[in-house]
């Protein structure tokens, strides 16, 4: 209200000192070059009047033209990078939405109205390679590398490139170019953790893992689980270049940070019976299988003393198992030295037990053997066994494969440290289900219809 106010007041002002010069008009003379004018001072004023008022007219027009138009001045780099920031972000939607062809398109139309910038590489890079187009994408990701905002980025991009194209060792230099350039992302570090296990560069790898560790990527049981393969891994290699004393210092640090690992404590035991320390590495196995009874313990176990009687292997047997009878690790092993020692009588309460405890196809393995060395009927014990649990063994949780021994890397996925020792559920034949009841009953069942086998014939699950 108050400025309507002015201006009226404005206008009125105006209005009043337009009609007293027009009642006054005064006279004007002036004297220019020879020359003589005349004219009236309201004339005169109305004329510099307009001269201002198209003088004010003149600057807001330019300014106008340099700050709305897109013709000339800054005003035009503002509305073209306005019309490729709008490009760029339409390009992102697109490539969100799956429409990588039309991502493509807007990227490179946003390319020619943009200054250089990570953002486009880096949509350009995406979205050729959502299309197939490799080489193009690789092209992008030189280009962010080459910059110096995108430098990291190009880097993880082409390190991507060189793992799809099974260039590790390319791929291997990248991460640790990567590393200098940020040593705190969790994906350069967990890369270059992967890949310096996979080239089998165990001690790079403990380096990298130091730092997973440190910047708080992993919970810190699966860095002590992690330090422990890989320090069986370098205990293995040293073992195998024929370095003994650095074999048993790593197995006893795979042991210090994994204590119920049986590869480890089995490949320590080897070493010390072949340095002549037999009793050293009987104890080993004994203390072991005291914590976690485990088949490679069992084996190696056996090995202390392979040309040994059937008798004597008994009673060596004997002696471990029972320091730990109830496992059915312990009840396997003890079944297996009854029937090499041909105590069938002995064997079968031993095998009921296992039955009721773990009816996996080891323990019906062995009772089938036993059916045969006693004469009965084996028809519902192989019914038994085509329907039993495959029971404990390696495996590699991450793509269900089941090696048939430990390693650092999973032999059908290459995962690092994901083979565990795990109860395996798969089954034999067609899968129906029996209870711990139903087992027994069908050893009830079997009757004394068929001739006694040899001693050979029961089998052994290894």
Same mark, same amino acid.
């Given at each position: ?9 404005? =206008? ?67 509305k073209?990078?306005g ?5 760029l ?8 939405a ?27 890079? @995406? ?35 060189a ?7 390319e791929?291997l ?9 940020n ?20 001690? @790079? ?24 393969? /890989? ?19 790593g ?16 490949? /320590? ?15 080993? =196995? ?38 730990k009878?109830?496992?059915?690790q ?19 309460p ?9 009816p ?7 009772r ?20 039993? @649990? ?43 289900s ?5 087992? =027994? ?22």
């Open positions: 209200m108050t400025r309507l106010l002015l201006l009226f007041v404005g =206008i009125l002002a105006v209005a009043a000192g337009a009609a007293w010069l027009a009642d006054h008009p005064g006279n004007v003379t002036i004297d220019f070059q020879g020359m003589r004018f005349y004219t009236s001072f309201a004339a005169l004023t109305g004329f510099a009047a307009g001269l201002m008022a198209l003088a004010a007219l003149t600057v807001w027009l330019y300014g106008w033209l340099k700050r709305d138009m897109p013709f000339f001045g800054s005003n035009s780099v503002i073209r990078q019309r490729g920031l709008k490009m972000n339409q390009s992102l939607v697109a490539l969100s799956g429409d990588h062809k039309l991502a493509a398109k807007l990227v490179e139309q946003a390319e020619v109205l943009l200054p250089p910038q990570p953002m486009v590489h880096l949509i350009a890079a @995406e979205a050729a390679s959502r299309a197939g187009d490799y080489a193009r994408a690789a092209k992008r990701y030189q280009a962010l590398e080459a910059s110096d905002d995108g430098r990291f980025l190009g880097l993880r991009g082409l390190v991507g490139e793992q799809r194209l099974g260039r590790e060792s791929a230099h990248l991460a640790r170019t990567a590393f200098q350039e040593r705190k992302s969790p994906w350069v570090l967990k890369t270059l953790f992967s890949l310096e296990v996979a080239a089998g560069n165990w001690a @790079e790898a403990t380096a990298a893992l130091d730092k997973v560790a440190k910047e708080k990527l992993m919970n810190d049981s699966r860095v002590k689980k992690h330090r422990g393969a /890989l320090a069986f891994a370098e205990a293995t290699e040293a073992n195998l270049k024929g370095d003994a004393p650095a074999a048993k210092k197995f006893k640090r795979v042991l210090s940070l994994r204590p119920d690992f049986a590869p480890a404590t089995a490949a /320590l035991a080897k070493l010390e019976m072949a340095s002549g320390n037999k009793k050293r590495a009987t104890k080993l =196995i004994e203390d072991a299988w005291a914590a976690c009874p485990h088949p490679t313990l069992a084996r190696v176990f056996k090995e202390l003393d392979a040309a040994e009687s059937a008798t004597d292997w008994l009673k060596r047997v004997s002696t471990l198992t029972a320091r009878p109830d496992d059915s312990s009840m396997l092993l003890l079944t297996d030295a009854l029937m090499d020692a041909r105590q069938y009588d002995a064997a079968k031993v095998l009921e037990k296992l039955i009721k405890l773990a996996t196809r080891a323990a019906w393995q062995y089938l053997a036993l059916a045969h060395a006693l004469g009965e009927n084996p028809d519902p014990i192989e019914s038994a066994l085509n329907h039993a @649990e495959e029971g404990e063994g390696w495996l590699c949780e991450p793509c269900g494969h089941t090696p048939h021994a430990w390693s650092p890397l999973c032999p059908n996925c290459g995962g690092f440290d994901t083979v565990d020792w795990h109860a395996r559920t798969g089954h034999a034949g067609p899968r129906k029996y209870t711990a009841e139903q087992t =027994i009953s069908l050893l009830a069942s079997s009757g004394s219809d068929t001739e006694p086998m040899g001693r050979d014939t029961h089998a052994r699950d290894e």
